[in-house]
């Protein structure tokens, strides 16, 4: 593991693999880099892998208040320590981390953006107005777990199920702890999840992108 600091001083941790072009791995919700490990492991006999924990997450600091502002200048730190400007692969939220990143003006050669959650349709009900706003409730009451199903059975719209049997999951422990960083993943989605196109002047963002 390395570390470095973000523009307001918080610790960013990370893991470099493998040798060739660089790229960062941007994770999902509910997600760390140890959840990319195996990924990273692939990768590295072709790129130098930057896989790193975003804030509040893993080893990672996660200082407040948070902005998605600053998981902006997180991210152009892990991009500064790659010596050149890296490739990209973001996961869910971490994909529209990414791309806002780019729209922002970080400089990526390429970018993998996997499975983005946006909603620009009728396809699905749009994420509610006080979706951010319970998630944060349910953290600050001590309902962490609440909070963890909230965004199973609300964003990702998961059958009930399931939702039982993911509590007996050995990685549950694990994403509790997590639980305060969906939030920060609703806030990276703003209003993308709402049933509208996406934003005309991200037709900018000219990079090449699977």
């Known amino acids: 593991m390395e570390t470095l600091r973000a523009a307001d001083g918080t610790v960013i941790a990370f893991d470099r693999s493998g040798s ?19 990924l990273a492991a692939r990768l590295a006999p072709r790129f130098t892998v930057f896989n790193y924990d975003r804030r509040g997450r893993g080893d990672s600091g996660d200082t407040q208040p948070y902005a998605v502002d600053r998981e902006i200048e997180d991210l152009q730190a892990v991009v500064d320590a790659a010596g050149a400007p890296p490739f990209a692969f973001g996961h869910s939220s971490g994909a529209a981390l990414t791309l806002e990143a780019a729209f922002r003006g970080l400089a990526f050669p390429k ?30 009451q001590g309902r962490r777990g609440e909070a ?15 939702i039982e049997q993911m509590h007996e999951a050995p990685a549950r422990p694990a994403l509790v702890k997590m639980a305060h960083t969906i939030a920060y993943d609703g806030q990276v989605m703003g209003d993308h999840m709402a049933g509208k196109p996406l934003p005309a002047e991200w037709a900018r963002v000219t990079i090449p992108t699977l």
């Open 148 to 162: 963890v199903d909230h965004f199973w059975r609300v964003g990702l719209q998961l059958p009930p199920e399931l």
């Open 20 to 38: 060739g072009p660089p790229l960062v791995v941007v994770t999902g919700a509910l997600e760390d880099r140890r959840t990319y490990a195996s």
């Open 111 to 140: 970018l993998v953006l996997y499975e983005p959650p946006y909603i620009v349709d009728g396809s699905r009900p749009p994420i509610p107005d006080d979706y951010v706003r319970t998630l944060n409730e349910l953290v600050a």
